[in-house]
């Protein structure tokens, strides 16, 4: 079991800035491939990024590319998300997970059932 904690939601203008952060616990982080989905109100979950495990590769949706970046301190069992320009579209529920299995890698965008391991949430504000 992986269990996850996200932190640093907020509201936010149009144009500002927030950094999420989830904390993980259990087994050993450095295995798994972590990823950031999120799902506003009324719509479905839908891929942001992941970070692999191995090199720390990471892929983007179309949507955040160049505003977003993902990053993991392996030593301190964290991942980020740092989130740059903030768009109103932004608004949202964030998760981060965990891969199902470990040591599994993702070469492009990734599936919610392709994550086993998943934290509660943290609610992102944009306001225009």
């Known amino acids: 079991q992986v269990y996850l904690v996200e932190s640093g939601g907020g509201l936010v203008q149009a144009g500002g800035s927030l950094r999420l952060s989830c904390a993980a616990s259990g087994r050993t982080f450095t295995r798994y491939t972590m990823g950031w989905f999120r799902q506003a109100q009324g719509k479905e979950r839908e891929f942001v990024g992941i970070i692999n495990y191995s090199g720390g590769t990471t892929y983007y949706a179309d949507s955040v590319k160049g505003r977003f970046t993902i990053s993991r301190d392996d030593a301190k069992d964290t991942v980020y998300l740092q989130m740059n320009n903030l768009k109103p579209d932004d608004t949202a529920v964030y998760y981060c997970?965990?891969?199902?299995?470990?040591?599994?890698?993702?070469?492009?965008?990734?599936?919610?059932?392709?994550?086993?391991?998943w934290g509660q949430g943290t609610q992102v504000t944009v306001s225009s």
């Open positions: 997970a965990a891969a199902l299995y470990p040591y599994r890698s993702f070469p492009g965008a990734a599936l919610p059932g392709d994550f086993g391991f």
